[in-house]
């Protein structure tokens, strides 16, 4: 059983359950103070999201919408993860997904380019929103951190400006692709089949299944991956083996942004969502990203799953009932959850630690009653 | 009770998964002696002291202190009873002054307000009962290593503390400080404290230390009166055999000139002056350069601008006939220089990397290891590694998947060294190769650096360790403050006369 317990997956998994548990525990207490009679209830409707509905055909056709965003979540997942190896903090992967909008509707509205070049536009804008974060790292010593809030900011602004152009003009929202350039969308391939019909399912899901692999491979198998995990590790070690530490921290972050471009062309490109040229602030894609590498243990498998559940447990939110508690409590609850959901490590300490203290006592207990 | 013993750990074992790094442990330490522990590294010395110190629980064993066992959970507990410790690596504020060092953490206060007066008096009484001069309001990072190690010495007697443990204390010194500590140690025992001194150094236990207890992979030896016994026969018990301690070596006349440094400037991190000032060197085929000096005296920079890892200010820097002034650490590398540096935590290890991984941290690029398509060939490198674990002996838990971070000191080093020399290069540069290690270790590694000298390569060594320096060059380069002050050939020079070039006593205008 110790043996289990000490098994770096298992705990990771134990301790994203943990985390999970824990932030359904607060919020149903805050649930509490706010309104006892309906607490129980309205974390079950959050936890049950689409199981709310009692037609199985409409179930799955949610169950769809929820797979839909969870792919650009998983995308913003990978680019935390992927850079968080190198030692860097890719708060920027919110900017960098916003970019990624920005190119990709305006290439699809603009100048009605086909779903392919749309998608590769997105990625290359996400990869060099990255590069300057990484350049000013590298060249200045700026803070990753730093100059990725702020670089949020413009891209912010200036995705607003630039999809203005593009956006109907009794609304602040850009116009239907489906109406405008369904060629921009991406194709379904039959996978739309699987989801009743769900229009919003399409070759997103095999690419970022293929994705997540690449990065994982990149990650545990190759050349590049052994050299920024090296970077993230140890950067000194790292410059007195010769290793070009600071190209790396530039290419790390180039690949981090270019995967967060990329999950937003993924989602932006079904048709799901338009962008609304009046936001306040940059989608929380990137920012619910942070909290889903950690729950996924910071590895690329895991990603799939946390990011499903977040996005699950964040669309569940639309089932509470709304005559019982104000409307912002569904985005509330869920962010409670998915904030604990970034103490993954934390728990994971307290766990390691528990376990070494039970295991002194054991091994105490076990010479008073003769070896083993 | 009356007991002669001031503390006694009788029994002590401790386990960690997969090794019993105290195995039945017994110390005695009487009132007032100075009581020397000797062990290789890995011989479970550390662990002892964190048991008294309260940072481990053994799992057998008690504690007794003047005859009455205590139980001993945590450092405060030691501190209540009146157990003190001078770090290997000092822990001092440096911006503070000396007397805040001395009293932060008890410090005297009234509505808030430091009360200093009081505090004052108390340690310039102590410093003159005990003979530790300093400087109460000198600031730390001004101050020499040895009135540093005479603060630190200050802290536990200000504590009241009785029994003062000493780690290593002489591995920072220069010769002339060694004999003042020696002596401030020879005071405070006569005044009644006890006093537990840990080296590596036979030569200083033998000349301060009453009594010697000896460890040995975790095993309790032996424990002997100094003037009963003989630096052989210390070094016997704790390596369980003989040990060579002079390094046998040829003679030979050095070939071409490998690197050849010219007016080499480095600037020092701060940027307010240069590191190393104008320096200029040969390093030939076939012998070994030793810098030696008092650390912090451009060592560092210096080998970090032949490295690579730090920019030239001015001046060249020739590798086999080619100039690599501007060139990259990689190349430099390819070029046939090795590098085993000075900290093998911060430069010579990725900790978190198994010990494979960090056997190809220079060579991972390579076809061997890497194929065309940019991916690792774990085959070829397992294969690789074993091959330069079973060569370098390297030591470790599980092979080559082993985590670097779990294996001893000593085994770090051997695997960077392996790593290194079997690069087969023709400048290595080695930096404190046997910083920490036991003698059984070192002896295994100046071997090593001579079979290169042997083999026709070209060696430059750093060193803090004067005995090292003496034993091992066939010429030493003294540096200080950044300048080469004096060229020596080890077989006709001093220890003494080098110890007066280090401390910036004496010079001579060099032209290497």
């Given at each position: ?60 056709q949610r169950f769809g919408n929820t797979v839909a965003k969870t792919i650009p979540l998983l995308m913003c997942s990978l680019s935390i993860l992927f850079s968080y190896k190198v030692g860097l903090f890719n708060i920027g992967a919110a900017g960098q997904y916003c970019i990624g909008v920005c190119a990709s509707l305006y290439a699809a509205l603009q100048w009605h380019w086909g779903w392919l070049p749309c998608m590769l536009l997105a990625i290359v804008a996400g990869g060099i929103a990255g590069a300057l974060v990484g350049i000013l790292k590298a060249a200045?010593?700026v803070n990753e951190v730093i100059s990725g809030i702020m670089l949020n900011w413009i891209i912010l602004y200036f995705t607003n400006i630039v999809l203005t152009k593009v956006k109907e003009v009794a609304s602040p929202y850009t116009g239907y692709l489906n109406d405008l350039n369904p060629k921009a969308l991406l194709p379904n391939a039959g996978l739309d089949r699987f989801f009743?019909g769900n229009q919003y399912i399409t070759i997103a899901l095999p690419i970022a299944l293929i994705v997540t692999i690449v990065i994982w491979i990149i990650l545990n198998?190759t050349?590049l991956g052994?050299e920024l995990?090296?970077?993230g ?13 600071k190209r790396n921290l530039i290419l790390s972050l180039v690949i981090s942004g270019a995967l967060a471009g990329l999950g937003a062309s993924l989602l932006y490109q079904t048709g799901y969502m338009r962008w609304e040229c009046t936001a306040a602030s940059v989608p929380g894609m990137g920012f619910n990203g942070i909290a889903t590498a950690f729950l996924g243990?910071l590895s690329p498998i895991g990603a799939i799953f946390s990011s499903y559940f977040i996005q699950h447990i964040a669309d ?15 985005d509330?609850?869920s962010s409670?959850?998915i904030?604990?959901c970034g ?30 | ?372 398509a940019g ?138």
């Amino acid at each position: 059983m110790r043996k289990i317990l000490k098994n770096e997956g298992v705990q990771a998994f134990a301790a994203s359950i943990l985390c999970i548990l824990l932030g359904m525990l607060v919020g149903y207490i805050a649930l509490l103070f706010i309104n006892p009679s309906g607490a129980g209830e309205a974390i079950m409707d959050l936890i049950k999201n689409f199981f709310n509905l009692n037609n199985p055909a409409k179930q799955l056709q949610r169950f769809g919408n929820t797979v839909a965003k969870t792919i650009p979540l998983l995308m913003c997942s990978l680019s935390i993860l992927f850079s968080y190896k190198v030692g860097l903090f890719n708060i920027g992967a919110a900017g960098q997904y916003c970019i990624g909008v920005c190119a990709s509707l305006y290439a699809a509205l603009q100048w009605h380019w086909g779903w392919l070049p749309c998608m590769l536009l997105a990625i290359v804008a996400g990869g060099i929103a990255g590069a300057l974060v990484g350049i000013l790292k590298a060249a200045f010593n700026v803070n990753e951190v730093i100059s990725g809030i702020m670089l949020n900011w413009i891209i912010l602004y200036f995705t607003n400006i630039v999809l203005t152009k593009v956006k109907e003009v009794a609304s602040p929202y850009t116009g239907y692709l489906n109406d405008l350039n369904p060629k921009a969308l991406l194709p379904n391939a039959g996978l739309d089949r699987f989801f009743n019909g769900n229009q919003y399912i399409t070759i997103a899901l095999p690419i970022a299944l293929i994705v997540t692999i690449v990065i994982w491979i990149i990650l545990n198998k190759t050349k590049l991956g052994y050299e920024l995990k090296a970077t993230g590790f140890n950067s000194k070690a790292a410059k007195y083996c010769g290793m070009a530490e600071k190209r790396n921290l530039i290419l790390s972050l180039v690949i981090s942004g270019a995967l967060a471009g990329l999950g937003a062309s993924l989602l932006y490109q079904t048709g799901y969502m338009r962008w609304e040229c009046t936001a306040a602030s940059v989608p929380g894609m990137g920012f619910n990203g942070i909290a889903t590498a950690f729950l996924g243990g910071l590895s690329p498998i895991g990603a799939i799953f946390s990011s499903y559940f977040i996005q699950h447990i964040a669309d569940g939110g639309a089932y509470v009932d709304k005559t019982v508690y104000c409307s912002q409590i569904s985005d509330f609850i869920s962010s409670v959850i998915i904030y604990f959901c970034g103490f993954v490590f934390f728990i994971k300490y307290l766990m390691n630690t528990a376990l070494a203290k039970k295991n002194k006592k054991d091994t105490n207990a076990n010479k008073e009653g003769g070896e083993n | 009770m009356d007991t002669p013993y001031a503390i006694e750990m009788l029994n002590i074992t401790k386990r960690f998964p997969g090794i019993i790094a105290n195995d039945n442990i017994t110390l005695q330490l009487k009132k007032g002696e100075i009581h020397a522990l000797l062990g290789e590294n890995g011989a479970g010395k550390s662990t002892l002291m964190s048991v008294l110190f309260g940072l481990y629980q053994p799992e057998e064993g008690i504690i007794k202190k003047d005859g009455v066992e205590v139980s001993i959970k945590n450092p405060n507990d030691a501190n209540a009873l009146g157990i003190g410790m001078v770090h290997q690596h000092f822990k001092l504020v440096e911006c503070f002054n000396v007397l805040d060092n001395i009293i932060l953490g008890v410090e005297d206060t009234k509505n808030g307000f430091l009360q200093k007066k009081e505090a004052r008096k108390k340690v310039m009484a102590l410093s003159e009962r005990y003979g530790l001069s300093i400087d109460p309001d000198a600031i730390i990072e001004d101050i020499t290593i040895g009135m540093q190690q005479r603060t630190e010495i200050l802290k536990m007697l200000y504590r009241d503390n009785e029994i003062l443990i000493f780690d290593e204390p002489t591995a920072v010194l220069t010769p002339q400080e060694i004999d003042e500590l020696m002596q401030i140690m020879k005071n405070l025992a006569k005044e009644g404290k006890s006093i537990l001194f840990i080296s590596h150094k036979l030569e200083e236990i033998m000349k301060v230390a009453d009594r010697c207890s000896v460890l040995r992979k975790g095993k309790y030896i032996g424990t002997v009166e100094t003037k009963d016994t003989t630096m052989e026969e210390l070094s016997a018990m704790m390596v369980g055999r003989n040990v060579n301690f002079h390094v046998a070596k040829e003679e030979k006349t050095p070939g071409d000139v490998v690197l050849d440094v010219e007016n080499m400037v480095v600037a020092s991190e701060g940027h307010k002056m240069d590191a190393v000032k104008n320096v200029s060197f040969k390093v030939r085929g076939g012998e070994i350069v030793c810098i030696a000096g008092i650390d912090g005296n451009g060592q560092r920079e210096l080998v970090e601008g032949i490295t690579g890892l730090l920019p030239l200010k001015s001046g060249k820097l020739t590798l086999l006939n080619k100039d690599i002034t501007k060139e990259s650490i990689r190349h430099r590398n390819k070029m046939g220089m090795s590098h085993i540096p000075e900290d093998r935590h911060k430069h010579g290890l990725v900790l978190d990397y198994s010990l494979e991984d960090n056997l190809i941290l220079e060579r991972y690029f390579e076809p061997e290891f890497t194929n065309k398509a940019g991916f690792l060939r774990r085959k070829n490198i397992r294969n690789y590694a074993n091959k330069i674990i079973e060569q370098y002996d390297v030591r470790s838990g599980q092979g080559p998947v082993t985590i670097a971070r779990s294996m001893s000191g000593g085994n770090q080093q051997k695997a960077i060294i392996g790593r290194e020399i079997d690069k087969n290069p023709e400048l290595l540069v080695a930096v404190q190769p046997t910083r920490g290690l036991d003698v059984g270790a070192i002896e295994y590694i100046h071997k090593q650096l001579v079979a290169q000298r042997d083999a026709g390569k070209a060696v430059l060594m750093v060193s803090y360790e004067l005995e090292e320096v003496m034993d091992v060059s066939d010429r030493i380069l003294v540096l200080y403050e950044g300048e080469i002050v004096g060229e020596l050939d080890p077989k006709k020079t001093t220890e003494e006369e080098l110890g007066l070039y280090m401390a910036g006593a004496k010079r001579d205008e060099v032209k290497a």
